[in-house]
């Protein structure tokens, strides 16, 4: 047997507690087709274990899961063109979670997420950096 390593306890601990990383698209592709507007595609998603952040060519979708079975679902469509700016707090050293925050033109309230360690900050970071208007 070989030795348990800090870094799996983490991905375990971080999986218990609903802090996933990157999604398949292809296996989200059939349940987000409903929402896609005609040619609009799925890029990527991140996200907790029943909460999502996915991304397309178009827009940013949240999607919070709600209840103890996960049937009712909200879906938050935020287009690229109305995001002003966007921030986030990192997880310190020992905390398990970071504040995704982006505020959206005409509301004064950010729109806020917490995010698990693992759970893709900087590649979300770089989606929106991507995506903002210029």
Known sequence: MGRIRPENVMGL???LLGHAGEKSIDKL???FAPLLA???T????FGLVRDLIVFTDR???LVN???VTGSKVEYLS???RSIVMFSVETAGHFDLESELRVWVSGQAAPISRTLGRDSGVQEILALLAQHAPR
């Open 65 to 67: 899961k709600q209840g």
């Open 29 to 31: 592709a059939e349940d």
């Open 13 to 15: 601990l971080d999986i």
């Open 42 to 45: 799925l890029q990527r998603a």
């Open 38 to 40: 005609p040619g609009e």
């Open 59 to 61: 827009r940013m979708i």
């Open 78 to 80: 935020v287009p690229y």
